[in-house]
């Protein structure tokens, strides 16, 4: 068995992906005979299609992005009336080398290491699609226009590096028997011929040890002094050899008037001032084409190298054969050493001790006014999941509310601080306050998240009826594929239609006061999961507090009686018409 890095190998490229747009949210209207009320049924748009990249170990090479240089997610169609939402588009899928490497624009740095079989990097996000006319209907705006268009698709542009999976790479000057080693051992069939350079990408072969064991090897182009900095063709190549377990140095004692132990210290430099964990590898050192060796000096003074540098030396012929059968056991011992000791120490090393994902629940909203209901779902997720502290977020400018009048944020705020006064383990966040305008709740969780004064993973509150409207959250995917949520819902509420995402995803939570705290003590990942847990009714709405504030009416069991009195003396909602 071999494998062959063919002349078309591409082991680089640039290439443009793009996010399909979402679908526009549709304004439509119901009029129908025997309707005696019709109102708005304009359906969502679909979201874009994303493009992804997967590592697929039937693909060896580049080649593909060389000739087209950009890729796009389809687009979301658009909705439509009789609450038709748009189909959303379908994503592209690019398939890259096992070993790939995902760079920004710059390639300073790394988005995405696909190392492993059927590895996924979502390149480009779709844009999310525009809600219809019939999100906005509320109990007093019952005709509403208002529609949106569809979000843009993500745009970048990436740059793609091919990093070859080998167990053993060979190394040194041009013309040292690199190819012909390879030939010898193994399948493989690299050009071979008496002038530098023959070599003009790299090469794989499979070595057969016997018992059915087989190692991988990597021939790589000649280097030569300066390769670090881009001199000759090998610098191009040294990333291929940066996976390897082993190397095998070859140097050439056949070359007149050359020293053999002054190449071999060029080669060691130039690993070393490449990457300097490359000149750290293990290293077995092979003297090739001993059969043509004639002067026995230059076998000694590579031997006392061998000596003083703690290296195995190896002398073979690849023309005779001699030495090789040792080569490939050596080599092959050497990497079951390597696994051996590899494997002690992950035994033998007592586990650290590591603390349990930790997680904090955060409930965002409005919070025009902040009311016994908001605060009962905050209790009944700190009980349930043993939390220490549950976090009331409220927004600056909510984005479903751009069209509408919010109480200003300083008001607001104050309420909610108030409520949560005597409150144990709730507490306010301001971070969305802080930056001002609209904020999504995928940039607010990933700046959590990174927030070292956090110091815990997000896991986000929302009612059912949100977990049904997902797909018209901005970037919903990436948000239900990086973060946990605790959909809350009533017992007796009717299973709704999700989105086929989110089914899979569905972790109920059972009765009973901390039985969520398994479940995340279970984790050791975070992200993908949405906890169901059930929750009786709580009649209460931001809306009606409102309208029996406007009309001065008593607020008792709405609001804790301090945000009530706040309402009364700041005489807010008095104003209200629109609402």
């Known amino acids: 068995m071999s494998a062959r890095v063919r002349s078309n190998f591409v082991d680089e490229a640039r290439i443009l992906v793009k996010g399909g747009p979402g679908g526009n949210g549709c304004l439509s209207f119901r009029r129908e005979k025997y309707v005696p009320r019709g109102g708005p049924d304009g359906g969502n748009g679909g979201s874009g299609g994303s493009v992804i990249l997967i590592a697929d170990p039937d693909v060896h090479s580049l080649l593909e992005f060389r000739y087209r240089a950009e890729y796009r997610g389809e687009r979301g169609r658009h909705g439509e009336g009789s609450d038709k939402a ?11 080398p096992v070993g790939t490497l995902v760079l920004d624009e710059s390639g300073e740095r790394a988005l995405a290491d696909l190392s492993e079989p059927g590895q996924e990097f979502v390149a480009a996000e779709g844009g999310r699609g525009g809600r219809g006319n019939a999100c906005f209907a509320s109990s007093t705006n019952r005709a509403p226009t208002r529609h949106e268009p569809g979000g843009p698709g993500e745009s970048r542009e990436l740059r793609l590096e091919l990093k070859l999976l080998a167990d053993v790479g ?7 028997g690199k190819s012909t080693l390879i030939s010898r051992v193994s399948a493989a069939r690299p050009k071979i011929a008496d002038y530098p350079f023959t ?10 040890r016997g018992s059915f064991d087989t190692f991988v090897m990597a021939d790589v182009p000649g280097l030569i002094e300066g390769a670090h900095r881009g001199s000759g063709l090998g610098h191009r190549f040294l990333r291929h050899v940066e996976r390897c377990r082993v190397l095998l140095h070859l140097v050439d004692p056949t070359v007149p008037d050359r020293d053999p132990v002054a190449d071999i210290r060029v080669i060691q430099r130039e690993l070393r001032r490449y990457r300097k964990e490359l000149g750290q590898k293990p290293r077995i050192l092979v003297m090739t084409k001993v059969d043509s060796l004639q002067d026995p000096e230059v076998t000694q003074r590579i031997e006392e190298y061998a000596e003083k540098s703690g290296l195995t030396l190896l002398k073979v012929s690849a023309v005779t054969g ?20 590899r494997k002690r120490v992950r035994v033998l090393k007592p586990p650290t001790p590591t603390e349990p994902l930790r997680f904090k629940a955060i409930l965002g909203g409005t919070y025009d006014p902040v009311h016994l209901g908001h605060l009962a779902i905050c209790r009944r997720v700190r009980d349930v999941f043993g939390l220490s502290k549950v976090v009331l977020m409220p927004a600056y400018t909510p984005p479903h509310k751009l069209d509408d009048d919010v109480t200003p944020v300083e008001d607001r705020l104050e309420m909610l601080r108030i409520a949560l006064e005597d409150e144990e383990g709730l507490e306010v966040s301001t971070a969305e306050i802080d930056r001002g305008g609209v904020s999504f ?13 956090f110091d815990a993973h997000p896991l986000f509150i929302v009612g059912m009826d949100s977990l049904v409207d997902f797909p018209t959250w901005h970037r919903w995917e990436t948000l239900l594929r990086e973060f946990d949520f605790v959909a809350v819902d009533r017992p007796d509420e009717e299973n709704q239609p999700l989105a086929p995402e989110i089914g899979p995803r569905l972790v109920r939570v059972p009765e009973g006061r901390r039985a969520g705290l398994d479940l995340l003590s279970d984790r050791d990942t975070a992200g993908g999961t949405v906890y169901r847990l059930a929750m009786e009714p709580i009649p209460i709405s931001s809306s009606e507090i409102r309208r029996r504030a406007a009309a001065g009416e008593d607020l008792d069991g709405l609001v804790p009686p301090g945000v009530a009195r706040y309402i009364r003396e700041r005489k807010l909602y008095r104003e209200e018409t629109s609402r």
Do not use: Q
């Not at 001699?322 to 000791?341: A, F, I, K, M």
């Open 322 to 341: 001699e030495g090789l059968d040792e080569l490939v056991h050596l080599t092959g011992g050497t990497l079951d050493r390597l696994e051996e000791e």
């Open 170 to 176: 060979l190394v040194g000057l041009p013309n040292a």
């Open 199 to 208: 070599t003009l990408v790299p090469n794989l072969g499979v070595v057969n």
């Open 86 to 96: 748009g189909k959303s588009g379908a994503d592209r899928v690019l398939r890259v």
């Open 441 to 453: 709740t995928l940039d607010t969780l990933r700046a959590l998240r990174e927030d070292a004064a």
